[in-house]
Nanobody, 123 residues
């Protein structure tokens, strides 16, 4: 399974971005999917996760109410809509496919990782 993340960029505080994560060379339809982020000098942290059906979603407290995770099953793609962005959201964002079907919040629960896409929130 290969995961390709895209959609990062530079945005002003209060702005929006939508990240995409497309899966290829494998089947992730029955897997939970998630997004993590990592800033320089910090550990990678959980952002959001979604179950295989797309009906069960979990968010980190720091992004709850501002970020929305969703998935397009036929396209094997997961999205992260990020609104009301803050400077502290600046990080490299990574998508991942879980080992199981549920929305997993820990890194050990993920079997496949995509490359990071950089999000910079700055005026």
């Amino acid at each position: 399974v290969q995961l390709q993340a895209s959609g990062g960029g530079l945005v002003q505080p209060g702005g929006s971005l939508r990240l995409s994560c497309a899966a290829s060379n494998g089947i992730v339809s029955n897997n939970g999917m998630g997004w993590f982020r990592q800033s320089p000098g910090k550990e990678r942290e959980f952002v959001a996760a979604i179950d295989w059906k797309g009906g069960n979603k979990v968010y980190a407290d720091s992004v709850k109410g501002r970020f929305t995770i969703s998935r397009d099953w036929p396209k094997a793609t997961v999205y992260l809509q990020m609104d009301s962005l803050k400077s502290e959201d600046t990080a490299a964002y990574y998508c991942a496919a879980a080992r199981l079907s549920g929305p997993t919040t820990t890194m050990r629960g993920y079997a496949y990782w995509g490359q990071g896409t950089q999000v910079t929130v700055s005026s």
